[in-house]
């Protein structure tokens, strides 16, 4: 099978068996139905049982499928009379991001994402969806516009990072991610941002503060990749696995750290499996959010927003140590986990 | 040619393996870049700046508050506030203790009200020698709460960044503190606060890409490092070396990122001169 990950594997060969047995009896007409019944009903459990307890170095392969919908296909699917617009009017059109109008349930909106490339040469145009600072600044444009109009604002986020080269460097990367996090902060219109595959680092941060943040269900987020972490804390990137299990990169981790709003469930197999009904199933969780977000005035989501990233972290406070007792272990309340 | 004879020698220098070994613990320090070997008194005499090439040594936290703030006075905010382990990180309870001990230090930065020549500042200084300056959520949340200080005591910001990046061991947590910090600075800023952002070596990753970039003013000092990746990760991604310049402060300056380079015996003199400048004066004012 086309895009198969290692952990699909026995799923397939069973497949394979069963379409066999089918062909054969076809041919020699002989009637296999009881034993390709009793395959299809393995079968069946079988997929049941690896997908619904996936592990979250499967669900990072599922949310790197090389034909995992990207954000142009979902917005193809979710929205209507979509103009891309293009260029940050400083320097460049980075095709690592796109963006512009487009109504969602007739509703105008300003949609952007991240875009990871179909094939090999469109990856390249597109930096395999790592934007440099051109992109970001003309993602910041296009919600200054969003913000100016009135218009809600809707992100999709699905790359690897910011782009790690010298010319990205050289044009101000940092700056470029930290204003978007800044501005985003005080727009007054609704935001809500997706991770529809891959949210890496600041730069999916960059496209990530929102009122609500949304992630698919086998969508990773995290500080550095997976890979990163590997080779930096073991000196080994082969062990991303290991990273991916210790770093708590999953939309359930995210749900239950708070960082994240609602877990949109991905097709049995990923969202590759049926982009239309994935893009069905985003579409209404992000309606819904959208309907309580527009009841809202600018200065209540602009502080909707600052409130839901003011509570984010884990820390405590050590009482003051006695002066006579310098050797004992200091008493730690918990202050704030998440708020 | 003629000229050829005045060049350099033909043979090569190589440097004495056991040079690390003649120099007593503590009494002496070698420059990293030049390799001069200076009395540990004079350096820090000469505020860890090497006399022979000008190369700033790093400071921690409260050598850099004693040098900047008047009498090395801090009014501390939040002394004791420590790091959770909230992924339940492999090694990383054990990795903070070991780092406190180091250090000397709860976390990465010290923050707090003080004053420079005069001027009442709210300050927080990054300090590298906690845990790489990396930003989890106790560096996060006291710069958070000391912007939060200088917007409600009305004073002028300062940050002293240095920092390897957001901190790997708290994951999503770490990466949230970027937003956090910036969206503080959005209030801050907006409501017409005057920030100070001093870059000092090296200011990477999640740092500066979040707060370290934002001032009103970005300074940094001589030949500090500045940038988002690394340039190891760089030299990955686009298979070439880069300049040995790449990423300093005058790299960054050249690129348009950063107000000014300022020397450290010039920084507390620029930062008055730049306080002194937003100070409204009543006589002005008033035309007297």
């Given at each position: 099978?086309?895009?198969?990950?290692?952990?699909?594997?026995?799923?397939n060969e069973l497949?394979?068996?069963i379409?066999?047995?089918?062909?054969?009896?076809?041919?020699?007409?002989?009637?296999?139905s009881?034993?390709?019944?009793?395959?299809?009903?393995?079968?069946?459990?079988?997929?049941?049982?690896?997908?619904?307890?996936?592990?979250p170095?499967?669900?990072?392969?599922?949310a790197?499928?090389q034909?995992?919908?990207?954000?142009?296909?979902?917005?193809q699917?979710?929205?209507?009379?979509?103009?891309?617009?293009?260029g940050d009017?400083?320097?460049?059109d980075?095709?690592?991001?796109?963006?512009?109008?487009?109504?969602?349930?007739?509703?105008?909106?300003?949609?952007?994402?991240?875009?990871?490339?179909?094939?090999?040469k469109?990856?390249?145009?597109?930096?395999?969806?790592?934007?440099?600072?051109?992109?970001?600044?003309?993602?910041?444009r296009?919600?200054?516009?969003?913000?100016k109009?009135?218009?809600?604002?809707?992100?999709?986020i699905d790359?690897?990072?910011a782009y790690?080269?010298?010319t990205?460097e050289e044009?101000?990367?940092?700056?470029a991610?930290?204003r978007?996090?800044?501005?985003?902060?005080?727009?007054?219109?609704?935001?809500?941002?997706?991770v529809?595959?891959?949210?890496g680092?600041?730069?999916a941060l960059?496209?990530?503060?929102?009122n609500?943040v949304?992630?698919?269900?086998?969508?990773?987020?995290?500080?550095i990749?997976?890979?990163?972490?590997a080779?930096?804390?073991?000196?080994?990137?082969?062990?991303?696995?290991?990273?991916?299990?210790a770093?708590?990169i999953?939309?359930?981790?995210?749900?239950?750290f708070?960082?994240?709003?609602?877990?949109?469930?991905?097709?049995?197999?990923?969202?590759?499996?049926?982009?239309?009904?994935?893009?069905?199933?985003l579409?209404?969780?992000?309606?819904r959010?959208?309907?309580?977000?527009l009841?809202?005035?600018?200065?209540e989501?602009?502080l909707?927003?600052?409130?839901?990233?003011r509570k984010?972290?884990?820390f405590?406070?050590?009482?003051?140590?006695?002066e006579?007792?310098?050797?004992?272990?200091?008493?730690e309340?918990?202050?704030?986990?998440?708020? | 040619?003629?000229?050829?004879l005045?060049?350099?020698?033909?043979?090569?220098t190589?440097?004495?393996?056991?040079?690390?070994?003649e120099?007593p613990?503590?009494?002496?320090?070698?420059c990293?870049k030049?390799g001069?070997?200076?009395?540990s008194k004079?350096?820090?005499?000469?505020?860890?700046?090497c006399?022979?090439?000008?190369?700033?040594?790093?400071?921690?936290?409260?050598?850099r508050i004693?040098?900047?703030?008047?009498?090395?006075?801090?009014?501390?905010?939040?002394?004791?506030?420590?790091s959770?382990?909230?992924?339940?990180?492999?090694?990383?309870?054990?990795?903070l203790?070991?780092?406190?001990?180091?250090?000397?230090?709860?976390?990465?930065?010290?923050t707090?009200?003080?004053?420079?020549s005069g001027?009442?500042?709210?300050i927080?200084?990054?300090?590298?020698?906690?845990?790489?300056?990396?930003?989890?959520?106790?560096?996060?949340e006291?710069?958070?709460?000391?912007?939060?200080?200088?917007?409600?005591?009305?004073?002028?910001?300062?940050i002293?960044?240095?920092?390897?990046?957001?901190?790997?061991?708290?994951?999503?947590?770490?990466l949230?503190q970027?937003?956090?910090?910036?969206?503080a600075l959005?209030?801050?800023?907006?409501a017409?606060?005057l920030?100070?952002?001093?870059?000092?070596?090296?200011?990477?990753?999640?740092?500066?890409a979040?707060?370290?970039?934002?001032?009103?003013?970005?300074?940094?000092e001589?030949?500090?490092?500045?940038?988002f990746?690394g340039?190891?990760?760089?030299?990955?991604?686009?298979r070439q070396?880069?300049?040995?310049?790449?990423?300093?402060?005058?790299?960054?300056?050249?690129?348009?990122?950063?107000?000014?380079?300022v020397?450290?015996?010039?920084?507390?003199?620029?930062?008055?001169?730049?306080?002194?400048?937003?100070?409204?004066?009543?006589?002005?004012?008033?035309?007297g």
């Open positions: 099978m086309a895009g198969e990950l290692q952990f699909e594997k026995p799923l497949r394979q068996k379409d066999e047995l089918k062909r054969f009896g076809q041919e020699r007409g002989i009637d296999f009881d034993e390709i019944a009793r395959l299809e009903q393995r079968y069946k459990s079988l997929e049941d049982e690896l997908y619904d307890e996936l592990t170095a499967q669900k990072m392969h599922l790197r499928h034909q995992r919908p990207t954000s142009l296909d979902l917005i699917h979710m929205f209507t009379d979509f103009i891309e617009l293009h009017r400083l320097f460049a980075d095709l690592a991001i796109v963006g512009g109008l487009a109504k969602l349930n007739g509703v105008p909106v300003t949609v952007i994402g991240h875009q990871r490339g179909k094939d090999t469109d990856n390249i145009a597109r930096f395999f969806g790592s934007p440099h600072p051109e992109g970001f600044r003309k993602a910041l296009l919600m200054q516009q969003a913000n109009f009135n218009r809600p604002i809707i992100t999709l790359t690897k990072g790690p080269g010298n990205a044009r101000g990367q940092s700056e991610i930290a978007n996090l800044r501005e985003m902060a005080i727009f007054g219109v609704p935001i809500i941002c997706a529809i595959g891959e949210g680092s600041g730069g960059a496209l990530g503060v929102g609500r949304l992630m698919l269900e086998n969508a990773i987020y995290s500080v990749s997976p890979n990163g972490a080779s930096i804390l073991w000196k080994d990137a082969s062990k991303a696995d290991q990273a991916a299990e770093m708590k999953t939309a359930k981790d995210l749900l239950e708070g960082i994240i709003e609602e877990i949109v469930p991905e097709p049995q197999g990923g969202a590759h499996r049926d982009v239309a009904q994935q893009a069905e199933s579409k209404a969780a992000i309606w959010h959208l309907q309580e977000l009841a809202m005035s600018p200065e989501l602009a909707d927003r600052y409130e839901k990233f984010i972290g884990a405590s406070t050590l009482e003051e140590p006695q006579e007792t310098p050797g004992e272990a200091a008493l309340t918990p202050q704030s986990i998440n708020g | 040619m003629f000229k050829d005045f060049h350099k020698k033909k043979y090569a190589i440097p004495s393996k056991n040079t690390k070994r120099i613990e503590g009494l002496m320090n070698k990293p030049c001069t070997i200076q009395y004079e350096l820090e005499k000469n505020l860890k700046v006399a022979s090439c000008g190369h700033h040594f790093r400071l921690n936290a409260w050598e004693q040098l900047i703030l008047d009498e090395g006075k801090l009014e501390e905010f939040d002394a004791r506030m420590v959770e382990d909230p992924l339940e990180f492999p090694g990383y309870a054990a990795k203790e070991q780092q406190k001990k180091n250090s000397g230090l709860l976390d990465g930065v010290v707090g009200q003080g004053a420079i001027f009442p500042v709210v927080a200084v990054m300090s590298f020698d906690f845990f790489s300056g990396s930003m989890g959520s106790v560096v996060g006291k710069i958070t709460r000391a912007i939060e200080t200088a917007m409600e005591r009305e004073l002028p910001l300062l002293f960044s240095t920092s390897g990046g957001a901190r790997m061991q708290e994951s999503i947590l770490s949230m970027m937003a956090k910090t910036s969206a959005a209030r801050f800023q907006s017409g606060g920030y100070i952002s001093v870059l000092t070596d090296p200011t990477m990753g999640g740092v500066s979040s707060f370290a970039m934002l001032g009103d003013y970005n300074l940094a001589p030949a500090a490092l500045v940038g990746a340039r190891i990760v760089i030299e990955q991604t686009i070396k880069l300049p040995d310049n790449f990423q300093t402060a005058e790299f960054n300056m050249q690129h348009g990122q950063i107000d000014k380079v020397h450290r015996k010039e920084l507390k003199q620029m930062l008055t001169k730049l306080l002194d400048m937003h100070t409204v004066r009543e006589d002005a004012v008033h035309g």
